[in-house]
């Protein structure tokens, strides 16, 4: 039988290691969003612009997803309404790409230390 958790695991290995090259093989579309809709927002805007950021905002919905699957669902919501202020912050940084790979940075971060404290079977 496998290990759920040990899989999840390596999952979110290869979503971390394997985001870039994947990105990079997609048109100028984030995991996020939408880039071809109209009226972006101007840090949407930016990160559709900015291949760095688009590869960024890939690693980080992957692991985010990958990490709500893993938790319970009050620590679900949780890491869904801190996404949300996330989300919020990263828009105050507009179009300010130097902004946006920091905020990318706290966040990445952020989903690291939640999945060490992930509950695995011992």
């Keep these: ?3 759920p958790h ?5 999952a979110i290995l290869f979503a971390l290691l394997a985001g870039p090259v994947l990105a990079g093989a997609l048109p ?6 939408d880039c071809q ?12 612009q900015t291949l760095s950021l688009n590869d960024v905002d890939v690693k980080m919905v992957t692991t985010f997803e990958l ?5 319970a669902m009050g620590a679900r919501g949780e890491l869904q309404d801190q996404q ?22 706290a966040r990445m971060a952020q989903l690291a230390t939640v999945y060490e404290g992930v509950q695995r079977p011992k």
């Design 37 to 48: 809709k109209p009226d972006l927002a101007e840090d949407e805007t930016a990160i559709c």
């Design 28 to 33: 100028a579309q984030a995991a996020s969003f």
């Design 84 to 105: 949300i202020a996330w989300l919020t912050q990263r828009g105050e940084c507009k179009g300010d790409v130097a902004c946006l790979t920091a905020a990318y940075t």
């Design 1 to 3: 039988m496998t290990d």
């Design 67 to 71: 990490l709500s699957g893993l938790l």
């Design 6 to 10: 040990a899989a999840a695991a390596r």
